[in-house]
């Protein structure tokens, strides 16, 4: 949920301020509201260097250096004038120069080497090797070939620097290996730095009034901390006021909480918090988000590597934040796997010692004629838009009133409340003549807010013309968003027969089944394939699902996604 905010308005000596943002650092909840660009030339240079620490951190990590591709690429370089020095053997440049006669060098395929040229010119022959004949003609300008340029070292010489640049190589690489253990002072260093720069723009954002004598700041901290603000407020030498924040103040925004969800709060952040007036699409994003997630990846067995992999984490100080949330998609996966029935591509609703309890949970068979989780993952599409659409609807009647907003409640009552009769009567809880009769009172009354009073203070004539396009982009998109859905099953089946598949060639290998090298293969494919299944599978588990929750639900639920995030002083 989004926090409420207070908003306070300060007017204090200009000589003052440096003190007044320093008591305000000490309370650690007050946000000043600040640039979100370089002010002057001293914000610029602390910008300055907060990039290029972090484009330190980026080129330790990622292992990538200029330094390290100059020196690979010049011990590629070497190696191939190596091999082209060494078709000629060895020889002395100094030497060859003295003989003060023409040298030239020659390769050309064997099949065009005429064997009489020995006898015509004087010709040495160096090397016959990749279908080739290497060879060196002296002093003779009519030779029928074209000459090839004259190596620049022996192969000696150019062993020996390339076994020195390999030295360099190595060296620098465990360089680099040793930079990654001051990576936490790096971060630290950013964090001290990000701090200062924010902590500068605050104190340079007042509006200075009376020629300069005194300074205003805006500032927003959380309600819940009012009583406490203010105690602390009257004890500063300044002017303040306080009022509840509203959406023309753009306050920041902080989201609030329980421990589950706020682990997704990160995937929020990606498309951006919401403004002041929306909802928090966060507890709606744990829920689908995992679910979604859960069933992309379709496999207990690779949930219980995340589970693992989750725990693991915990130990990586750089990833600790993140380890809740892999460990809780792997709890996801392994319930739904046995769901989906599938352990490492194992069918395990096929298996005969599975007790017959955990077979009752798991989805199998047909339903109409279409794949059991197939029609699943469309009835979760459709149950996720609706929620979509419940959503859009309770938040445009609190923020326009129940009048402002009868175009959105028409299309929710048409949509939504048609499925819910639809379901009523398809399982038999709502008589067929009463659904029909109640379909036709929901498109009637649904039909007057879609094309009459969409917007109450507007021409009739307009209205009709505005819901005519709005229920052709309706139509249009609806469905499409609902076939979206059909990526959940779509994912969990490839990654599933993809896992079978590597079982299959696995236990080719094992032949007769006797003690062999066979189970030694088997074992390498086994590891190797469901590796790269994972991992593909994981890549597709958070793109598609993430691309679920910020498109189709966030379309129709009308979430905006433009609010600023809270950066309490501290």
Avoid at 514 to 521: A, I, M, R
Wanted: aromatic residues 12%; hydrophobic residues 45%.
């Amino acid at each position: 949920m989004i926090e409420k905010m207070t908003r306070y308005d300060f007017i204090l000596l200009s000589g003052y301020k440096d003190d007044f943002i320093s008591e305000l650092k000490s309370l650690g909840v007050m946000d000043i509201t600040r640039s979100s660009k370089p002010v002057d030339e001293h914000s610029r240079e602390l910008l300055r260097q907060l990039d290029e620490i972090k484009a330190e951190i980026r080129q330790i990590e990622s292992g990538k250096d200029s330094k390290l591709a100059s020196l690979k690429e010049r011990g590629t370089q070497l190696e191939k004038e190596m091999e082209y020095a060494g078709h000629w053997g060895v020889f002395d440049k100094e030497k060859i120069a003295a003989l003060d006669v023409p040298v030239n060098f020659y390769s050309i395929p064997e099949k065009k080497f005429d064997p009489a040229w020995p006898e015509e010119y004087v010709l040495v022959e160096t090397d016959r090797s990749k279908g080739k004949v290497w060879f060196v003609v002296f002093n003779s300008p009519d030779f029928p070939v074209k000459p090839l340029p004259a190596p620049g070292q022996s192969a000696e010489e150019l062993e020996h620097l390339l076994e020195e640049n390999a030295s360099l190589t190595e060296l620098y690489i465990k360089e680099l290996e040793d930079k990654k253990s001051i990576i936490p002072s790096l971060n630290a260093k950013a964090e001290a730095i990000k701090a200062e720069l924010n902590d500068y723009l605050a104190s340079m954002a007042g509006e200075y009034a009376a020629e300069d004598a005194l300074v205003v700041f805006e500032g927003f901290a959380p309600s819940a901390d009012n009583e406490r603000l203010q105690i602390a407020f009257d004890r500063l030498p300044c002017i303040w006021t306080s009022t509840d924040a509203t959406l023309e103040d753009n306050p920041p925004i902080k989201l609030k909480n329980n421990k589950f969800v706020s682990m997704f709060e990160t995937l929020t952040d990606m498309y951006g918090r919401p403004d002041y007036n929306e909802f928090d699409p966060t507890p709606f994003i744990s829920i689908f988000f995992l679910l979604f997630f859960a069933m992309c990846m379709g496999d207990a067995g690779y949930g219980l590597l995340l589970i693992i992999g989750g725990l693991l984490l915990r130990k990586v100080e750089s990833m600790k934040n993140l380890a809740p949330l892999v460990t809780t998609l792997g709890v996801g996966t392994f319930v739904v796997g046995f769901v989906m029935h599938t352990f490492f591509g194992v069918d395990i609703s096929a298996l005969p010692w599975i007790p017959g309890w955990l077979k009752a949970v798991m989805i199998t068979g047909n339903i109409a004629g279409f794949d059991a989780q197939m029609v699943l993952a469309l009835l979760i599409g459709i149950v996720h838009l609706s929620l979509a659409m419940i959503v859009k609807t309770v938040y445009a009647t609190r923020n326009r009133g129940f009048l402002g907003s009868l175009g959105v409640w028409g299309w929710t009552l048409l949509i939504v409340g048609g499925v819910i009769v639809g379901a009523l009567a398809i399982f038999k809880f709502l008589p067929a003549a009463i659904a029909k009769w109640l379909i036709i009172g929901l498109g009637i009354i649904s039909a007057l807010g879609i094309f009459l009073f969409n917007d109450i203070h507007r021409n009739p004539l307009k209205n009709i013309g505005a819901g005519l396009w709005e229920t052709y982009n309706t139509v249009t998109g609806l469905l499409g968003d609902v076939l979206s859905y059909l990526r959940l099953y779509a994912l969990g089946l490839a990654g599933g027969m993809l896992g079978k598949a590597f079982n299959d060639i696995a236990a080719m290998t094992l032949g007769d089944g006797s003690f062999g090298f066979g189970w030694l293969f088997f074992a390498i494919i086994l590891v190797i394939g469901h590796a790269l299944n994972l991992a593909m599978c994981c890549l597709g588990a958070f793109v598609h699902p993430l691309r679920l929750n910020f498109l189709e639900f966030f379309k129709n639920a009308g979430y905006d996604g433009k609010g600023r995030t809270y950066q309490p002083m501290k």
